[in-house]
């Protein structure tokens, strides 16, 4: 038996945790994150102090950022380790939502661990305290529970022990992952107890591949052989099972077109035959346009979002769906057949038993009919990155094409909210699997900054980019100090358009006309059609730390990418970007997406687009 208080032998135990998938073992929980308070300074953050060699630790500047990276590390770790993030009570723990429900939504591993007020209750109520009249229990931790896969209140020493347990049981589980909770009151963490040294002794959480069952297979194999035009949509599954070297071999042999989610995009390099890039409202002409001719679509591990699916409307009546997937939720959407199995262990099954298959809806043996249209849309992606003028200000898709020509398949972009995402899921040519880090399931501004940090952490000596406009910079850009502080390379690429340009063009669309969307003075009509805010992003960057390089042209930013990529220390890249008002920009989107418009108003924009709606709302199909 071993006496430590509560903190210390929660850090102990989690520096004893491992993963091991495919022989390979890797430690469970990397590092902890912290910002310190009286609900976990003299708890977690002694226990800290006291196994400083066992368990690294990372000072963040704001919690739901602290989230961020621990989400970013654990995405490019394949889920296979992951951080923990310790907060003081109130509102350090209340910041943890926004970054726990991203993580929860994403499936992606992160142990959140708040402090709270006593459990004792020696003083009632205490600094921070809720107080909830008709439920004594209750604390602001509460919010936490419905964004966490598990949550647990460790009010007892004793309690920890089947908490932990749990708790890692849920972080390694590829169908369960999440966002993770135990909520720590501050009398607690300090409370000694005798320990049983079975609980220090190392674990090793094995990470499954579940097979899939022989019945499910047969009716899957089935469906494929009795179809002429399917398609493969691969979604963020594919890569968190190391699939996309059976995910290729299945293409390849069975002659199937692979388009990809947000999550999926780079499972196929963009220059592979059987890839024809992203899918559904941001996606490529040359992928839906597969979609809407498919008589089958084999989903790979992705949800269905309304993104992928057009919100309804991509696919045509009739189609089937065979959906593999290691959740057997997202393996029945859609009216499907499920293949409820691993990524890789699926497709090396469905190869197998579909030997000697290939679709014959596609044209000629040799080449295939998309490979027309996969070459007119990169023409068009040309025409998107092209910049004849050096010397003039570039559009966005131009920051992208001047990128494009920098980088190689070791460097890794990352993007979360604006019009970013539509315009690289579109675009962007990647090189290797794990370059594409775009977070479209919670599609949460101001994750780029920090989740660079955790991608950096996870991928030393990798160039990472986080891309960001303007109006995601000012939701999150505390975290620079971090990459400072922890001498991260992050490049950091911020787009200037003066405000919300994605909801604004969305604004326009529905009946909006853009009101509120613009970083821009009160007119003295009460409007904000006033000059452009007087802000200087780059200065508050170089505040905080970052080396920063202003580029007003095509050819500087040619110069400054180039610069960055090769610093060694954390440089920022600052661009004022053309709108595509004055200048040709990304190709449209190729799908429609559901923003309801109002019924009823006296504005003609807004009765216009209604007007639209309604036409589009006719092609919702119910896939039963």
Known sequence: MTRLTVAQALVRFLAAQYTERDGARRRLIGATWGIFGHGNVAGIGQALVEYADEMPYHQGRNEQAMVHAA??????????SAHAVTTSIGPGATNLVTGAALATINHLPVLLLPGDTFATRPADPVLQQLEVPYAGEVSVNDCLRPVSRYFDRITRPEALIPAALAAMRVLTDPVETGAVTLALPQDTQAQAYEWPDEFFRERVWRVRRPRPDTAE?????????????????????VRYSGAEDALRTLAERARIPVA???????????DHSCDVGGIG???????????????????VGTRYTDFTTASGTLFPEGVRFVNLNIAGFDAHKLGALPLVADAREGLTALTEALDGYAADGYGAERGFSWSRSKADWQERTDAAYAAPDEDARPTQPQVLGVLDTLVDASDILINAAGSLPGDLHKLWRTRSSDQYHVEYGYSCMGY?????????????????????????????????VTAVQEGLPIKVVILQNHGYASIGGLSETVGGERYGTAYRHRAPDGTFTGAPLPVDLAANAASLGMRVLTARTVR?????????????????????????????????????????????????????????YDRHVTARRRHL
């Not at 990809?260 to 963009?270: D, R």
């Not at 955790?454 to 980019?465: C, E, F, H, S, T």
């Open 71 to 80: 989400v970013g590390y654990a995405r490019q770790s394949n889920r296979l």
């Open 448 to 480: 780029e900054i920090p989740a660079a940090i955790g991608v950096a952490l996870a991928a030393p000596g990798r160039p990472v980019w986080a891309l960001v406009g303007d109006g995601t910079y000012l939701m999150n850009p505390t975290e620079i």
């Open 556 to 612: 500087d930013l040619r110069e400054a990418l180039a610069d960055a990529r090769s610093s060694t220390v954390p440089t920022c890249v600052y661009v004022e970007t053309e709108t595509a008002d004055t200048v040709s920009g990304a190709p449209p989107a190729q799908a429609w997406w559901d923003v309801p418009v109002a019924e009823t108003s006296t504005r003609s924009s807004a009765v216009k687009a209604r007007e639209e």
């Open 217 to 237: 297979l047969d009716a899957a194999v089935r469906a494929v052989r009795a179809a002429a035009r399917p398609l493969i949509v691969a979604g963020g599954g």
């Open 281 to 299: 409202h941001t996606g490529t002409a040359t992928a839906d346009a597969l979609a809407a001719t498919s008589d089958l679509v084999i989903g």
């Open 260 to 270: 990809s989610t947000q999550a999926g995009k780079g499972v196929l390099p963009y």
